[in-house]
């Protein structure tokens, strides 16, 4: 067999296990905009960012715990009076638990990517909005 013809069938093999990989793996959720506030920026290393993560990863444990994504809603709060921070998530009506966990899950992730210092954060996402304030 020419090699040509070898790595041409070499690599359609490749397509379809990559294509029937993204078939079956859960879709990133659709992001739709997000807004950082700029007026309220907090400083790196301090409580009130130990606060926020601390909030972006327990959350999505909680709400399962709660029920949050079954009914779709959920807010936390986390820390003391300068330092307290506020989180929120609202998840399509028509989503699934399943989606619904996953997304918040990603959007709680990307959030402090997005917006890296800012103490006021909204990220939508076509199946979920996040919330996260001072
Ligand atoms: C907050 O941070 C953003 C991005 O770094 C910056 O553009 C903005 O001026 C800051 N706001 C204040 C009030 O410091
Ligand atoms: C924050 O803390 C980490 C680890 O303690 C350190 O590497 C980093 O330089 C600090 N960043 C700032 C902006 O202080
Ligand atoms: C999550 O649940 C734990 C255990 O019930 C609790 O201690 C913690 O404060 C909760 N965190 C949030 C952000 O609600
Ligand atoms: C957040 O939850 C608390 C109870 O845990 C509730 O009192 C408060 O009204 C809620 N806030 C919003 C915006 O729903
Ligand atoms: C998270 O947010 C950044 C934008 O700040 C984006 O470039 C990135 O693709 C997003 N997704 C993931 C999975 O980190």
């Keep these: 067999m020419p090699p040509l013809k070898f790595s041409m069938l070499f690599l359609f093999v490749i397509y379809l296990l990559s294509s029937q990989f993204s078939f079956t793996a859960a879709a990133d959720p659709t992001y739709v ?3 950082c506030s700029e007026t309220a920026n907090f400083t790196r290393n301090s409580t ?3 606060n926020l993560n601390r909030l972006l990863t327990s ?3 909680n709400a399962s715990r709660g029920n949050g994504f079954s ?3 959920f807010n936390a709060t986390a820390g003391q009076d300068a330092n307290r921070v506020y989180s929120l ?3 399509r ?3 699934t638990t399943n989606s ?3 997304c918040v899950t990603f959007a709680n992730r990307n959030v402090t990517r997005r917006c890296p210092v800012s103490k006021d954060t909204i990220v939508w ?3 979920t909005e996040i919330r996260n304030r001072n």
């Design 33 to 35: 905009h997000h807004v």
């Design 71 to 73: 009914r779709g809603f």
């Design 89 to 91: 998530f609202l998840c």
């Design 59 to 61: 959350l999505p444990t």
């Design 100 to 102: 619904c966990q996953n």
């Design 125 to 127: 996402y076509d199946e």
């Design 93 to 95: 009506g028509d989503q």
């Design 48 to 50: 009130f960012e130990s």
